[in-house]
């Protein structure tokens, strides 16, 4: 057999993986959705037994024997040297995936997941009564046991570095630190002279906003941005997600706010830009690495290019403006540059979901660093609310009055996530890095935007970064798509220090 067919052969496994996992993401997706109350312990049992066949088919004989044909998995030396260059791409991914599924010994896998379980659940009462004294526990052990998986992974320089690399590949703590130094010093002073200037009015984003018009306000703009409702479906849920069922079968959920209608239009253009990257995939590759995103830090930036760099920009809604104020006729007063004044507001706030562009990297630099703490053993799980406290008051002079507002706010950690938050700010990077490329390629698409057009900002994205997959590394794909310029977090402090600087006047 030649290393084409025993290629195939291997795709033809990644298949019937991929497909458990999809069938994961549909019982998920419905659990999020449309199961009824008395379907949530029946329904977990079957999230567990088929995450646990997907684990062991990740894990199998036959999946390591077959790669092993084309790529040593000891070694990563490639065997079958003459497939194209993605292929080989593939073979390394897929070595990589398997050497990370593997070096966690079943017993650590399970007895990690029966700690998160549980602590995912003492974890939601703990925030609804302001008990942090009854999550600590679970958390020591959360992190005893990343310090653990750090080891079991294996790192060179940082146990961090091993964490974070499960999410963005090739990251490390020590390029980290430079991104996020640099940015904690520029948006100090942005931030510093924003709040000298007086905040704009948004007394007009709130008000009585129909639930069945805001619902076709989500589908239009969906709609807008070239997504295929033929390949996904917009529903409701409490916390709005995007999953993937299949490179044809994308879906989005969204929240609607009865007294407001913008966290629906940003929920939509941050969820729609996630499944509009999946369903960029190429599908012709599904059951390989060539069909999945490159990193979760890579997928953020695909969200955030629509709802920050595309939707909160002045020419966006020179173009739609209109339209809403039709949809909500309470708006027809309001002028373009009020309305783009008030979307953009900035102020220092408490919940990371809720912060604007500016304060928002704030709420991610203070978790990476008490991350950082906790793993080295210099700050106690005990101590966390005070160091919480104190960095928050450093960075946005400001003091959650429970711990509810402040460490107990999200829920990655109960879910035994640490190295997870730097994404959502390399998201945020990522997306400035990638639209010097974008902007380059269409230098008037301002005057697009302003004229409802939409639909070429998914073409260049999936050109430049959905059809590629996990051909190349993160850092490989943003530099490619921004016209070979080094990745660093200057494009994204230009970005903001232009906008906000431009609204002055
Ligand atoms: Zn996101």
């Not at 373009?336 to 604007?356: C, T």
């Not at 996990?470 to 490619?480: M, T």
Request: proline content about 4%; glycine content about 6%.
């Amino acid at each position: 057999m030649n290393s084409l067919e025993e290629y195939e052969r291997l795709v033809k496994i990644g298949k019937e993986i991929h497909t458990l996992k999809g069938v994961a993401a549909l019982l998920g997706w419905d659990q999020e959705t449309y199961m009824p109350e008395g379907g949530s312990l029946a329904r977990s049992e079957q999230l567990e037994l088929i995450a646990s066949l997907a684990h062991k088919a990740d894990t199998s004989k036959r999946f390591s024997n077959q790669l092993q044909k084309l790529i040593d998995i000891e070694s990563g030396k490639l065997k079958a040297t003459d497939l194209s260059p993605e292929k080989k791409a593939a073979l390394r991914e897929w070595r990589k995936h398997y050497n990370e599924e593997t070096k966690l010994p079943n017993s650590f896998v399970k007895s990690f997941a029966k700690l998160t379980s549980e602590a995912m659940h003492v974890w939601s009462v703990a925030k609804r009564t302001n008990s942090f004294q009854k999550f600590a526990p679970y958390l020591e052990r959360i992190v005893a046991m990343n310090q653990k998986k750090a080891q079991l992974l294996g790192y060179k320089e940082h146990p961090y570095d091993a964490l974070i690399d499960v999410h963005e590949p090739g990251m490390t703590k020590k390029q980290i630190d430079k991104l996020f130094g640099d940015l904690k010093s520029s948006l100090k002073t942005l931030l510093k002279k924003i709040l000298t200037k007086k905040a704009p009015d948004t007394s007009f984003l709130k008000g009585e906003f129909s639930h069945d018009e805001q619902m076709k306000m989500g589908i239009y703009f969906l709609t807008q941005m070239g997504y295929d409702f033929k390949k996904g479906r917009l529903d409701i849920s409490s916390h709005p997600f995007s999953t993937t069922i299949h490179p044809s079968d994308s879906r989005v959920t969204t929240r609607l706010d009865p007294k407001a209608f913008m966290s629906n239009i940003s929920v939509v253009l941050h969820e729609g830009g996630h499944a509009l990257y999946e369903l960029g995939l190429p599908a012709e590759h599904f059951g390989s690495p060539l069909c999945e995103a490159v990193s979760l830090g890579v997928h953020e930036s695909q969200s955030r290019f629509w709802e920050t760099r595309i939707g909160q920009s002045r020419a966006f809604w020179e173009g739609y403006l209109p339209h809403l104020k039709k949809t909500f006729p309470q708006l027809s007063k309001v002028l373009l540059d009020k309305f783009y004044k008030a979307i953009n507001l900035v102020e220092p706030s408490l919940i990371r979901v809720d912060a604007d562009e500016v304060t928002y990297s704030f709420h991610v630099i203070l978790r990476f660093e008490i991350e950082c703490a906790l793993l080295e053993g210099k700050l106690k799980v005990r101590d966390l609310p005070e160091a919480w406290n104190a960095k928050m008051q450093e960075y946005l002079a400001l003091t959650p009055k429970t711990n509810s507002e402040g460490c107990l706010q999200d829920v990655h950690w109960s879910m035994g996530e640490i190295g997870y938050f730097p994404t959502y700010t390399l998201g945020n990077l990522y997306a400035s890095h990638i639209f010097q490329g974008f902007e380059k390629a269409y230098p008037d698409y301002e005057k697009r935007l302003a004229k409802q057009d939409l639909a070429f900002i998914r073409e260049w994205l999936r050109e430049n970064i959905h059809r590629h997959g996990k051909r190349y590394s993160a850092l490989d794909l943003i530099e490619k798509a921004s016209g070979s310029i080094p990745f660093s977090s200057s494009a994204f402090i230009s970005y903001l220090t232009l906008k906000y600087t431009s609204m002055e006047e």
